[in-house]
């Protein structure tokens, strides 16, 4: 079963993500902001991160540049959501596999998540 680490501080999008993706059979870990998701991360290593732009304490681009510093982390995918345009993030982070533009469907993560997930496959 694939673990999905989701990152976002607002608690209906985990709410909603969360019920999508355990449909689709993943196994889904929840963190409220960055420094919160790091911690996850060394409690139960993800296939993927699903990492919200802008959260209190530490951001989704603080985060992630964190992840890719980390050997144990740095080849994690990470899907980059936000309501901004993309360019925006892109100033502070680019270093992700996947945008999606709030708001999203679940489907079109489900999709994108199974897409990223097999490439992984060796």
Not at 5 to 17: A, C, H, K, M, N
Not at 62 to 74: E, G, R, T, V, Y
Not at 89 to 105: G, H, I, S, V
Request: hydrophobic share 50%; net charge negative; aromatic share 6%.
């Amino acid at each position: 079963m694939k673990t999905i680490l989701v990152v976002d501080d607002e608690f209906g999008v985990v709410e909603v993500l969360t019920a999508a993706l355990e449909d689709e059979g993943y196994r889904v870990v929840a963190a409220a902001n960055g420094r919160h998701g790091l911690e996850r991360l060394n409690e139960s290593l993800p296939d993927i991160v699903i990492l919200d732009f802008m959260m209190p304490i530490l951001d989704g681009p603080a985060m992630a540049k964190a992840m890719k510093a980390n050997p144990a982390f740095a080849n994690i995918p990470i899907v980059m959501t936000s309501a901004v345009a993309e360019s925006a993030l892109r100033e502070r982070f680019d270093a992700y596999d996947a945008y999606l533009r709030k708001p999203f469907r679940a489907d079109v993560l489900v999709k994108l998540l199974k897409s990223i997930l097999d490439k992984q496959q060796p």
